[in-house]
């Protein structure tokens, strides 16, 4: 396939293994039926993966990145190298459904940038639910239709030459919304289209999760506050202390408000109050003491 014919890239980070990874690329290969995708997965877990990668999916291009790569700069890697005119992002747990690719594409027509909404397709057990509540509860249906402040980083579409445009801008330490940032004050739309839902399908360990929580909290703080003051960085890190009633109160009130997984917060209740307080905690020493190597191990 020559660029030309190609209509999207769509880039996948590999950062959870194979278990994860093989579901997420046969949905991508499904869509490549009926759209012409180019799917790049940037891999940062080795050769066991690559060669299982490889094997399954001999038309998916596979960048190699080092086992340090953030997965903002693996994220970097693939606009590189990217060849479509538009550039998708998901993640290795997140599952397309058919017509994911044209609908994106097709939304393009109204604002050249587009995120969907994200949907639980982990239900098997309490911890899986409480874990995607405590991180997705903002992106529950149903959610306003058109331009939007803020826009997923795991169901996105971009113009190629857009994301060229801010190359220079972007960096391997920070999080999709610095450049949703960016793209906001220039005055791009970021347009929401939440009947574009992918699924995320992701389990953990509550102790898997609770890291996760807080090195994610880390590495966004540390971010924040990198080059701040020292005295700015310490109220931070104190008004953060007070983060889990705000943060609880903040995640219950919107299931609520939407009457979606009562059932799931009420099992769930006591597991999203832990995995505040590791929110919280990575604020604190992010604020504090910086990102460290956090943003290398989220995943």
């Not at 992002?89 to 050249?112: C, T």
């Amino acid at each position: 396939m020559t660029a030309r014919e190609i209509a999207l890239s769509v880039v996948v980070p590999s950062v959870n293994g194979w278990s994860d990874l093989e579901g997420a690329v046969a949905a991508l290969v499904d869509e490549s039926a009926t759209v012409a995708l180019e799917i790049i997965v940037v891999d940062r877990l080795g050769d066991a993966v690559r060669t299982a990668l490889h094997a399954r999916f001999p038309l998916v291009r596979v960048l190699a990145a080092p086992p340090t790569a953030t997965i903002p700069a693996m994220r970097l890697m693939a606009f590189d190298a990217a060849l479509g005119a538009s550039v998708a992002v998901i993640e290795d747990h997140v599952i397309v459904p058919r017509g994911w690719a044209r609908a994106l594409l097709d939304a393009q027509h109204s604002a050249p940038v587009v995120g969907g909404a994200v949907a639980n397709a982990a239900t098997e057990t309490v911890v899986d639910w409480a874990a995607f509540l405590c991180e997705y509860s903002h992106c529950l249906p149903p959610l306003p239709a058109g331009p939007s402040e803020s826009l997923t980083g795991n169901n996105v579409i971009y113009p190629r030459h857009l994301l060229a445009r801010y190359r220079d801008r972007l960096s391997a330490e920070r999080w999709e919304n610095h450049l949703h940032d960016m793209m906001r004050a220039d005055g791009i739309v970021l347009m929401c289209r939440p009947d574009i839902v992918v699924g995320h399908r992701k389990h953990y360990s509550v102790g898997e999760y609770v890291s996760q929580r807080y090195l994610y909290a880390r590495s966004y703080a540390g971010a924040r506050v990198a080059g701040a003051p020292w005295l700015t960085r310490m109220a931070y890190g104190a008004a953060a202390m007070a983060l889990p009633p705000v943060l609880l109160y903040r995640t219950v009130s919107r299931i609520w408000r939407k009457r979606q997984h009562l059932s799931e917060l009420r099992r769930g209740l006591p597991l999203i109050a832990l995995f505040v307080c590791a929110w919280a905690a990575g604020e604190v020493v992010g604020s504090w003491r910086g990102a460290g190597d956090s943003l290398q191990k989220v995943c």
